[in-house]
């Protein structure tokens, strides 16, 4: 029988900030890290699940014995999965070959269904399915729900934890529904917060940001995006929930770099987070070193690095993909 799943959501959100000032150079900015992978899913994605699924059941959109359809590269249909679970709503979670296996099994764990397509056609297939049967599809990339649950919950967890004196926002964007709610919401309180949003080399936002948004090239149009290994973050075109007006600038990380970091902050740290979180931490250390004490640059530690010990933390997978690390490092 389905539970109040809204006791067990009372887990989500409130995750730890701490200092990562130790990674910064001595005279640079205090680095803070908020650690959504204490999530009860290991993601900053339960947010998001719990305020969308609980949106669309108030509005009459979605009930208890109803399929849901997820498409995701992965966090969000754990999520998803494991609040549809508690409320007796069958989980349909379609995602891309590229979603870590570690990933793929949490989604099963819950009882969802899991689908595996090319990684472009991931999205495509879900709407396809909700039209097809008649599925409620909970559409992250333009679900309004999506950046209204960080403007509700991480903005002001960020504001009162650093006591309105956070000067820096920095996070990577795949739905961009994180730096779009929490960016909002902090410049609101403090319209001299910049935010920064970290793309990983291969992604096109970094070009859309400057070529298509700040010159208002309404032509602009890239291709495909190309290759690269962090999982969630980085998109071929901007999402419906993107909110650009919020972001002051787009910094580039390349998975050499963003891994580095994943194995710094294991080892050095003590914490085993996944590959968006190294590409963020590493952005973050680099405008620190850049920036003095004063300021305060606030980051997240989206995901659990336990997701992807078959990937980034397996050292095969790293020789495969050319990546090099330290030999004592790897496993
Ligand atoms: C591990 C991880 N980091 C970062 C993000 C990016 O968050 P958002 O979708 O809000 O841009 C995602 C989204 O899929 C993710 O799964």
Redesign the pocket.
Known sequence: MAIDSNLYCQTIGKTPLINISNLVKPDGAKLLAKCEYANPGM???DR?ASHMIHTAINNGQLKSGDTLVCA?????GCSVAMIGSMLGIKVIVVTSAKCSEEKQNHIKAYGAELMIMPDTDYMAKASELAIKHGYFDIN?YSNPA?PEA?YKTLGPEIWQETQGKVSHFV?????????SGTGRYLKEQNAEIRVILADPDGSNMHDYYYKSFKENDNDFAVGAMKPFII???GKSKPTP?LNFNVIDDVVKVNDQEAINMCYKLANTNGLLV????GLNVHAAVEIANSLTSEHIIVT?L??NGVKYLSKIFNSRFLTQNNIKVGAAQTA
Not at 72 to 76: I, L, Q, V
Not at 171 to 179: K, L, N, Q, V
């Open positions: 993601s900053l994605k998001i995701s590269s992965g966090n969000t992250q999506n960080y996070m990577t964007g795949s739905t961009f529904g994180c730096i999982e969630g973050a929930c996944g590959g968006s979180s997240l989206c995901d």
